[in-house]
């Protein structure tokens, strides 16, 4: 698989989205000119990019939909340039927000987790040992299907969708503690605010959010 791989990656090599430069999926320099929002912080939730940005709108769907995992590693360096630098992360736990076991097996991956594990991987703490960030990647399922945020327009109704779907596990381990939750894409807040009202309800002592882009 791996001989295949190389061999497809000469004959197709891949292509940034934003230049066009060989070899790289998203290049620095195109990452660094992707719009900032235009509230940066809402509601306890940190955002990272404006979702009308052609770039971001494309690497958060080819990320989501196409299976394009390698764009996670990118999307999560903007947070960290943007967002994460000015965190105080100390004893905190990184918690992504979960997909439904359905939407996870046909998908095969949680585009949320995959942004968290890089940011969480990237922590100079985590390699040092000097700051104690925690994972919590499992901490938090969601045990109810629910319909996509996005197919529900009204706000009210995005609510009503999202109620009871979440659960935690080992309440334990979050109770005293302060939790990042990451998440790709936040519209109304509907989910982040239904994930965080769990979380706190289970003993978190503070929850906030972050997102690559509202949408």
Same mark, same amino acid.
């Given at each position: 698989m791996k001989i295949l791989k190389k061999i497809l990656d000469f004959l197709f090599p891949q292509k940034c989205l934003g230049c066009k430069k060989e070899n790289e999926i998203l290049c620095p320099n195109c990452l660094g000119k992707i719009n900032r929002p235009d509230t940066p912080y809402l509601k306890g939730v940190h955002i990272t990019a404006n979702y009308q940005d052609p770039i971001i709108k494309k690497a958060l769907w080819m990320l989501k939909y196409q299976g394009v995992k390698q764009l996670a590693k990118p999307l999560a360096e903007l947070i960290q340039e943007r967002v994460w630098k000015k965190l105080e992360t100390e004893g905190w736990i990184i918690v992504p927000v979960p997909l439904?076991?359905?939407?996870?097996? !046909?998908? +095969?991956?949680?585009?949320?987790? $995959?942004?968290?594990?890089?940011? %969480?991987?990237?922590?100079? =703490?985590? !390699?040092? +040992?000097?700051?104690?960030? $925690?994972?919590?990647?499992?901490?938090?399922?969601?045990? !109810? #299907?629910?319909?996509?945020?996005?197919?529900?327009?009204? @706000?009210?109704? !995005?609510?009503?969708? &999202?109620?009871?779907? %979440? #659960?935690?596990?080992?309440?334990? &381990? &979050? @109770?005293?503690?302060?939790? /990042?939750? &990451?998440?790709?894409?936040?519209?109304?807040?509907?989910?982040?605010? #239904? =994930?965080?009202?769990?979380?706190?309800?289970?003993? =978190?002592?503070?929850? /906030?959010?972050?997102?690559? =882009?509202?949408?």
């Open positions: 439904s076991w359905v939407k996870l097996r !046909r998908r +095969g991956y949680n585009q949320a987790e $995959l942004i968290a594990r890089h940011l %969480f991987n990237s922590q100079p =703490a985590y !390699r040092t +040992g000097k700051n104690n960030l $925690l994972w919590g990647g499992g901490l938090l399922s969601k045990i !109810r #299907e629910t319909k996509s945020q996005v197919e529900v327009k009204d @706000r009210e109704e !995005r609510l009503a969708n &999202i109620v009871g779907s %979440f #659960e935690v596990k080992n309440p334990e &381990i &979050i @109770r005293g503690k302060k939790i /990042i939750l &990451i998440d790709d894409v936040c519209t109304t807040g509907a989910t982040m605010s #239904e =994930a965080k009202k769990i979380l706190k309800s289970a003993g =978190a002592k503070k929850v /906030i959010g972050v997102v690559v =882009a509202r949408g």
